[in-house]
Structure formats: structure tokens, C-alpha cells
Nanobody, 113 residues
């Protein structure tokens, strides 16, 4: 099982980023996929999730209306479009296949005020 996150970077408040999570080593379209965020000094928290077919999604209140999760099962990839970024969105972002224990290296997102 391998998950590789990419797309992070440094952006000003109000800006946008698009994260990608490329998966391999398991039956991708059989799993729900979630994005987690670990802010400095805080525990890792789930912020968005998408069902295996892409038809259902969940958003934490902190990102609802600003972030959009999507997936392309043909490419074994999940995306996270992040708009109207805030300094409190700063952290390392990880993707995870719900039920599997493997984690990627994460991608750093830094939002400056």
C-alpha cells in the first residue's frame, strides 16, 4: 500500500491550492479516502472524506464551503481543492484509505496572513 501526497506549498490567506493523493497497492475504488490535517502542536484530524464511488462526501465544519474533495478511480487519485485558505489551515496534510493503516509522507501547507 502506498499513498503519495503532493501539491502543498506556501500561499497567502485567501489563496488556493490543489492537493493530490496518488494511491497504489490496493483496490482503490473499494475504499473511502480521507484527508487529514496535522497542525503544529496538534493531533492529526480528519477534515474531509469521500466514498469509494465518489458519490458521498463529508466535510468538517472548519473547511465546509471552502474545500472540495474529488476522486478519479481510473487514475487511483484523490484531489483536495482548497480555496479561501486561512492561516489556521496551516499544517501537514495526509490522505488515508479508511481501514488501512498505511500513511504517506504528507504534504506541507503553509498559509501566511
Amino acid at each position: 500500500v502506498q499513498l503519495v501526497e503532493s501539491g502543498g506549498g506556501l500561499v497567502q490567506a485567501g489563496g488556493s491550492l490543489r492537493l493530490s493523493c496518488a494511491a497504489s497497492g490496493f483496490t482503490f475504488d473499494a475504499y473511502h479516502i480521507a484527508w487529514f490535517r496535522q497542525a503544529p502542536g496538534k493531533e492529526r484530524e480528519a477534515i474531509v472524506c469521500i466514498g469509494s464511488s465518489g458519490s458521498s462526501t463529508y466535510y468538517a465544519d472548519s473547511v465546509k464551503g471552502r474545500f472540495t474533495i474529488s476522486r478519479d478511480n481510473a487514475k487511483n487519485t484523490v484531489y483536495l481543492q482548497m480555496n479561501s485558505l486561512k492561516p489556521e489551515d496551516t499544517g501537514v496534510y495526509y490522505c488515508n484509505a479508511i481501514g488501512l493503516t498505511s500513511w504517506g509522507q504528507g504534504t506541507q501547507v503553509t498559509v501566511s496572513s
